[in-house]
Each structure stands twice: as structure tokens, then as C-alpha cells.
């Protein structure tokens, strides 16, 4: 019984977690040899140059030509710059790096159907969220250091935080909610909508859910710090 059990264990991380990914990591690295450098120009240089910024590097007498970019990519592309200045090697460790984001994106979006539809079978939530993650726009997106793929992600996130907060308010899980509804619009400005709606979520679980106020004190006190 308990060797049924374990196989049948063993088969579903195969199904649902180990294939999926591997299929995600295929599309997303699929180009990686030969993705070697921007090619959105001024935009991907705007990620970089806040994350050069962050590592002490000077890039003013060309940034001054640029528009503003917001830094919250850059404080992902920061620590590969820190540790690498070849510019090729940094390119393909920043795809590497939105592979690995857009199999996160999978995970979330997973964990989401479970609290919304748990009644669904695992096999009709794998292959929806499958189906969301593998959308043409995320794959093209992948191959670039644009902001597009740590949006997604941040985005997933706030959603299944969301989710959780509806069923039980804590601590921790509203500072994380605030953190990331501030922390998506530093990485793009047209997120401003998104922050809002989490501002009057939170306005919402204050009035509505949340017993304890203190919480919210708590949450405030940290933001501020922030």
C-alpha cells in the first residue's frame, strides 16, 4: 500500500512539477547560445544601467541620454554584474535567470488554482497553468532583460498573496503583500494601477477581515522604514 502510494507520489512530481519545468527551461533557453546581447536598445540598457549603478559602476555620460527606467529589475541584474563584467556571460546568466523566473510563474499560478479551484483535478491545473506560462508572449519575453518576465512574476505573487489573505490575515503575509505592491511599481511605472488596487485591497482586509489592527501597524512601520 504504501509502495502504491510513494509511486504514485513519485509520478505526480513527475507530471506536475519536474516535466512541466523541464519543458518551461527548454522554450525559455532554447536561444541561449545565440542570445549573446541587447537588442532592445533603449530599454534593456536602462535595466542595466540602474543595475550598474547599484554596483558602483559609473555609466553617467551615457545614462544621461537615456530615459528613466524604474530599478526594480536592476536589483535582480545587480548581483550579476557584481560578480561577472563579462557583458556576453551576463547576458546569458540574466536568461537563465528569467527561465528560472517563468518556472516560478508556473509554481504560483499552480498554488493559486489550488486556493481558488480546489476541487479541480491536479491534472486540469497542471496543464492550465502550464498552458498561461507557455503563452507565446512570456517565451518571446524570456529572451530579453526586459522588464516584462519580473512583472509577471511579482504580479503571480501579489495574486496568491491575495488569495491567502482573504482566508487568513497575518503579519507576515501583509508586509509581504505591501512590500511587493510597492516593489512592482519600481520595477515599471505602468504598474502604478496595480499598487492602487493593492492599497485598496489592503483598505478592504483593514475594514473587513482584520481583527487585530495592530497588524496593520506593524505592516505601516515597516513600509516607513522601507
Given at each position: 500500500m504504501k509502495q502504491k502510494e510513494q509511486e504514485k507520489k513519485g509520478m505526480q512530481i513527475l507530471f506536475v512539477y519536474v516535466i512541466p519545468c523541464a519543458l518551461i527551461l527548454f522554450f525559455c533557453l532554447y536561444y541561449l547560445k545565440s542570445n549573446t546581447s541587447l537588442k532592445v536598445i533603449p530599454?534593456?540598457?536602462?535595466?542595466?544601467?540602474?543595475?550598474?549603478?547599484?554596483?558602483?559602476?559609473?555609466?553617467?555620460?551615457?545614462?544621461?541620454?537615456?530615459?528613466?527606467?524604474?530599478?526594480?529589475?536592476?536589483?535582480?541584474?545587480?548581483?550579476?554584474?557584481?560578480f561577472?563584467?563579462?557583458?556576453?556571460?551576463?547576458?546569458?546568466?540574466?536568461?537563465?535567470?528569467?527561465?528560472?523566473?517563468?518556472?516560478g510563474i508556473y509554481l504560483i499560478v499552480l498554488?493559486?488554482?489550488?486556493e481558488i479551484c480546489p476541487e479541480l483535478k491536479t491534472s486540469v491545473?497542471?496543464?492550465?497553468?502550464?498552458?498561461?506560462?507557455?503563452?507565446?508572449?512570456t517565451i518571446y519575453y524570456a529572451q530579453f532583460t526586459l522588464a516584462e518576465i519580473p512583472l509577471i512574476f511579482v504580479y503571480w505573487l501579489i495574486v496568491l498573496l491575495a488569495c491567502k489573505l482573504l482566508k487568513k490575515v497575518t503579519v507576515i503575509r501583509l508586509i509581504l503583500f505591501s512590500v511587493l505592491a510597492v516593489y512592482i511599481f519600481s520595477i515599471h511605472q505602468r504598474a502604478i494601477g496595480i499598487t492602487?488596487?493593492?492599497?485598496?485591497?489592503?483598505v478592504y482586509l483593514f475594514v473587513k477581515k482584520c481583527k487585530n489592527k495592530k497588524q496593520f501597524l506593524v505592516v505601516g512601520l515597516v513600509l516607513a522604514a522601507c
Amino acid at each position: 500500500m504504501k509502495q502504491k502510494e510513494q509511486e504514485k507520489k513519485g509520478m505526480q512530481i513527475l507530471f506536475v512539477y519536474v516535466i512541466p519545468c523541464a519543458l518551461i527551461l527548454f522554450f525559455c533557453l532554447y536561444y541561449l547560445k545565440s542570445n549573446t546581447s541587447l537588442k532592445v536598445i533603449p530599454d534593456e540598457y536602462g535595466y542595466w544601467a540602474a543595475a550598474a549603478y547599484m554596483t558602483g559602476t559609473d555609466w553617467a555620460e551615457i545614462t544621461s541620454f537615456n530615459s528613466y527606467y524604474g530599478f526594480g529589475y536592476g536589483v535582480i541584474l545587480a548581483p550579476i554584474l557584481y560578480f561577472t563584467d563579462h557583458g556576453v556571460l551576463a547576458y546569458q546568466i540574466a536568461m537563465i535567470v528569467n527561465a528560472i523566473l517563468v518556472c516560478g510563474i508556473y509554481l504560483i499560478v499552480l498554488n493559486v488554482l489550488e486556493e481558488i479551484c480546489p476541487e479541480l483535478k491536479t491534472s486540469v491545473k497542471t496543464v492550465t497553468a502550464l498552458a498561461a506560462v507557455l503563452y507565446t508572449g512570456t517565451i518571446y519575453y524570456a529572451q530579453f532583460t526586459l522588464a516584462e518576465i519580473p512583472l509577471i512574476f511579482v504580479y503571480w505573487l501579489i495574486v496568491l498573496l491575495a488569495c491567502k489573505l482573504l482566508k487568513k490575515v497575518t503579519v507576515i503575509r501583509l508586509i509581504l503583500f505591501s512590500v511587493l505592491a510597492v516593489y512592482i511599481f519600481s520595477i515599471h511605472q505602468r504598474a502604478i494601477g496595480i499598487t492602487i488596487i493593492c492599497a485598496m485591497f489592503l483598505v478592504y482586509l483593514f475594514v473587513k477581515k482584520c481583527k487585530n489592527k495592530k497588524q496593520f501597524l506593524v505592516v505601516g512601520l515597516v513600509l516607513a522604514a522601507c
